[in-house]
């Protein structure tokens, strides 16, 4: 299955606000030079964070030096040298094209799971190449490197708070066994909703333990969270 997520919220975001004509430069389509380039240098995607999904569409967004009144096509390839994934682990558009009166653009890279990024990163180099419309923009953002990999990161949605009511310390193994046992993406959820899903796998740590199968830490110490109530 493949997601979007939040991300495609953000980037729309981003290109309404980058297609307003007012108080952007224009330039001459015959005269002027045009340029293009990454918004960022590097991003991590971490599979972890969207248990059960294999596919994950990231958004990369690029920058003109300025729009135009009709829509223009833009140059982005793999930078074979520095890039470690393999072309199976990846999928990038065929064609990139900024529309009409926009001065940025986001296209999405199909990032797939395999077994490998469990043990190790792999990364995905781009690079912006001039063509008869853009020339390459600033130097420091002509390149992204895209990081994917599937190691057990603590979420931004685990929170100091979260941790201190709801589902203590974290750690590598007890987050493993969270995501296995709910399956639940949690990415921008109130702290009702991960209050629900605390006292999910609460219950869960419960019932292993009468079943004579406590779950430890990797220390030996009991499993726990601090969610309290029904």
């Known amino acids: 299955m493949k997601i979007r997520h939040i991300f495609t919220i953000l980037a729309a975001v981003v290109l309404f606000t980058n297609c307003a004509k007012e108080e952007i430069g224009t330039y001459n389509t015959l005269t002027s030079d ?10 991590t995607v971490a599979f972890s964070r969207y248990p059960g999904q294999t596919t994950v569409e990231y958004p990369v967004i690029v920058n003109a030096s300025g729009y135009s009144e009709s829509d223009m096509e833009y140059k982005v390839s793999v930078v074979a040298d520095s890039t470690t994934a393999a072309t199976a682990d990846y999928s990038i558009p065929t064609s990139f094209t900024l529309p009409a009166k926009c001065v940025a653009d986001t296209f999405y890279v199909s990032l797939n ?36 990999h599937n190691f057990l990161v603590q979420p931004t949605w685990w929170t100091s708070t979260v941790a201190t009511r709801y589902m203590g310390t974290f750690s590598e193994l007890k987050y493993k066994y969270f995501l296995q046992v709910t399956k639940a993406d949690l990415t921008d959820a109130d702290n009702s909703t991960i209050r629900h899903y605390a006292l999910v796998f609460k219950t869960w740590l419960a019932e292993q333990a009468a079943a004579g199968n406590t779950i430890t830490e990797a220390n030996g110490t009991p499993m726990t969270v601090p969610a309290g109530g029904k």
């Open 34 to 43: 045009r340029y293009i380039s990454f918004a960022s240098t590097k991003n």
């Open 113 to 148: 799971y395999t077994d490998k990024l469990d043990t190790e990163e792999m990364r995905l180099t781009l690079k912006v190449e001039s063509n008869e419309f853009f020339k390459e923009g600033d130097v420091s953002y002509r390149m992204i490197d895209i990081l994917f």
